[in-house]
């Protein structure tokens, strides 16, 4: 199983960004797909998940309103849609897969659960 992230960069306070992650190599209608995030010197926490199978998705409290997460099928690709970005959303962003979701409930918050990771793309948010 392979998930390469894409899309960081650095935008303005207030901008827009989208990361992609591409996922190979997984059974897809078992598994959720989540953004994990990084800033310095802080712990990794949890921004969106979302079930493969039905698009259910979850957010982050600091996401919700701003961020929205899709998967695209035929690409076997999800995407992080950020709009009105702050500073506080710097970091490094890291998608994660779970292989074992088989679509119970919304998607699990908890790295614990991801046993699958890409390498991360930074978000820089001027402000």
């Known amino acids: 199983v392979q998930l390469q992230a894409s899309g960081g960069g650095l935008v303005q306070a207030g901008g827009s960004l989208r990361l992609s992650c591409a996922v190979s190599?997984?059974?897809?209608?078992?598994?959720?797909i989540a953004w994990f995030r990084q800033a310095p010197g802080k712990a990794r926490e949890f921004v969106a998940g979302i079930s493969w199978s039905d698009g259910r998705t979850l957010y982050a409290d600091s996401a919700k309103g701003r961020f929205t997460s899709v998967r695209d099928n035929a690409k076997n690709t999800m995407y992080l849609q950020m709009n009105m970005m702050k500073s506080e959303d710097t970091a490094a962003y890291y998608c994660?897969?779970?292989?074992?979701?088989?679509?119970?409930?919304?998607?699990?918050?908890?790295?614990?659960?991801?046993?699958?990771w890409g390498q991360g793309t930074l978000v820089t948010v001027s402000s």
């Open positions: 994660a897969a779970d292989p074992t979701f088989y679509g119970l409930g919304s998607p699990s918050r908890r790295q614990l659960e991801y046993i699958y």
């Open positions: 190599g997984l059974t897809f209608g078992n598994s959720a």
